[in-house]
């Protein structure tokens, strides 16, 4: 088939993709359908491109290249994971060039306009506990990045499908039968890999900045109780730090900015091993703040 453009809204950013893969553009469609954008032309942030290399890769185990400013950052991969190459080209897309931001490695969802973040290396639950706390019905800001507007510490949400990976989908689907998942990719380099797709409301707010009010550090401990401990702000800072992937870049910039979100947040550590338990104890942090009177407006 001939090559087709998309053009995409993900939150601050409009993507073009341009691709001849079916497979890729319905899985697209599934994921982004309410964020294509069909209203005239657009300007980019970034135009992509997902081709098939020519020869007799075409035919022999074919593959895909992700493509980006005539570029091809990746080596290719089996076109069968072609929406996950999309997927993690963009990431690297964002984390290379979008330095007016700050970007933190965490989840993180939002109660009304107040956030609540999750940073953490791989493994410790945020994309879990980020796409279950979506499903719960808070409103999804984003999964991978927390990107912070430093002269104003605000958070600008991007929602996208949640990339949930080996036993993550078992604990999402247990959590909720009916959670909107995309194929299974059962062969990627982080292993066997299917996607949550955002909700409708989390998506129609995608342009409604949220104000950190929640620090939260999850670590996924197989049997352990529920154990949310208060964080000391100066072990808050440090850790934030640590989960920023351009705070070395930004300088003193960002230092003023983790200091200004740290400041105004409550900051806990969170292990945690039944999901619909640990989404209830950091769903009641939102209500608790709800019925204080003494709670500021933000």
């Not at 493994?123 to 990107?147: I, V």
């Not at 990976?165 to 990627?188: H, R, V």
């Not at 890999?193 to 104000?211: G, I, K």
Request: glycine content about 6%; hydrophobic content about 45%.
């Amino acid at each position: 088939m001939p090559e087709q453009d998309l053009i995409l809204d993900a939150g601050p950013f409009r993507i073009g993709v341009r691709s001849a893969d079916r497979g890729l553009l319905d899985t697209l469609a599934f994921f982004y359908r309410d964020s294509v954008c069909d209203d005239g032309p657009h300007v980019l942030d970034y135009a992509v491109r997902i081709t098939r290399p020519f020869g007799v890769r075409r035919y022999l185990r074919p593959q895909v290249r992700f493509e980006i400013d005539s570029l091809r950052p990746f080596e290719p991969h089996p076109a069968e994971n072609a929406y996950p190459m999309y997927e993690w080209g963009l990431n690297w897309c964002i984390a290379t060039s979008a330095h007016h931001l700050l970007m933190l490695h965490a989840g993180s969802v939002a109660f009304g306009d107040r956030a609540l973040i999750l940073p953490g290396t791989p493994g410790s639950g945020k994309s879990t506990l980020a796409a279950a706390l979506d499903l719960h019905g808070a409103r999804l800001l984003s999964d991978e990045f927390g990107l912070v507007r430093p002269a104003r510490g605000d958070l600008l949400p991007m929602p996208r499908g949640i990339p949930l990976k080996n036993d993550s989908i078992e604990a999402i689907l247990a959590f909720d039968p009916a959670a909107p998942l995309g194929p299974t990719y059962p062969k990627t380099r982080k292993g066997r890999v299917r996607h949550l797709r955002p909700s409708a409301a989390s998506v129609a707010r995608q342009h409604e900045p949220a104000v950190a009010r929640w620090l939260v550090f999850p670590r996924y401990q197989a049997g352990a109780a529920e154990s949310l401990q208060a964080l000391d702000k100066a072990d808050a800072f440090r850790r934030l730090a640590f989960n920023s992937f351009n705070y070395k870049l930004l300088g003193a910039t960002a230092f003023h900015a983790i200091a200004a979100i740290v400041r105004g947040a409550d900051c806990y550590t969170f292990t945690f091993s039944r999901l619909e338990r640990a989404v209830e104890r950091l769903a009641e942090l939102a209500a608790d703040a709800a019925a204080d009177p003494s709670e500021p407006d933000r």
